[in-house]
T-cell receptor
Framework: GNSVTQMEGPVTLSEEAFLTINCTYT??????LFWYVQYPGEGLQLLLK?????DKGSNKGFEATYRKETTSFHLEKGSVQVSDSAVYFC??????????????FGAGTRLFVKA | DADVTQTPRNRITKTGKRIMLECSQT?????MYWYRQDPGLGLRLIYY???????NKGEISDGYSVSRQAQAKFSLSLESAIPNQTALYFC?????????????FGAGTRLSVL
């Protein structure tokens, strides 16, 4: 079945460092790919999305490109801030067979950013 | 006000008790989901519902049941709670009129089963 694998954390960076969180997927067909972020004490919220090969999703300085040839969707940010400290989840949409979608999530990667 | 509201936010219960977690939404979405989050395992789908008359099992439905009382309400029950059901539970919604693949989450219910 479809699955998502992302790098284990925690990832600890200093402010203004470059961030990469790796994500690879296994899927039949052409799923949409997502990054969700979970801030402490909150639910997940969508960070960015890409719906087809070579699409780049971007939001709040974060970017990820849908790479079909490497089945990857790595999250990057050029200069992280303390406020980016959170757990990041890579995910894909999985057809549910009844016209809708389920979402399959990776295990999450915790990011700590030090001032 | 939150668009997806979960109650209670925290709950401690004892083994064998029946408990209900509730979820309501004001987003007008037709699809609702229940997940549990465990450290290192990400989110796993328990049940999902694409409309009021539709209920489907997710990957870890054993020991759980759900009720979709209205389009805006989706409750999760643990019939006889056990300690390995201690987890963070999330309700989510999506909108079929907008592809339906983006999920909107509540703030979660932290459940401890002693």
């Amino acid at each position: 079945g479809n699955s998502v694998t992302q790098m284990e954390g925690p990832v600890t960076l200093s402010e203004e460092a470059f961030l990469t969180i790796n994500c690879t997927y296994t899927a039949t067909g052409y799923p949409s790919l997502f990054w969700y972020v979970q801030y402490p004490g909150e639910g997940l919220q969508l960070l960015l999305k890409a719906t087809k090969a070579d699409d780049k999703g971007s939001n709040k300085g974060f970017e990820a490109t849908y790479r079909k040839e490497t089945t990857s969707f790595h999250l990057e940010k050029g200069s992280v801030q303390v406020s980016d400290s959170a757990v990041y989840f890579c995910a894909l949409s999985d057809p549910a067979g009844t016209g809708g979608f389920k979402t399959i999530f990776g295990a999450g990667t915790r990011l700590f950013v030090k001032a | 006000d939150a668009d997806v509201t979960q109650t209670p936010r925290n709950r401690i219960t004892k083994t064998g008790k029946r408990i209900m977690l509730e979820c309501s939404q004001t987003k007008g979405h037709d699809r609702m989901y229940w997940y549990r989050q465990d450290p290192g395992l990400g989110l796993r789908l328990i049940y999902y519902s694409f409309d009021v008359k539709d209920i489907n099992k997710g990957e870890i439905s054993d020991g759980y049941s759900v009720s979709r009382q209205a389009q805006a309400k989706f409750s999760l029950s643990l019939e006889s709670a056990i300690p390995n059901q201690t987890a963070l539970y999330f309700c989510a919604t999506s909108d079929s009129s907008n592809r339906g693949d983006i999920q909107y989450f509540g703030a979660g219910t932290r459940l401890s089963v002693l």
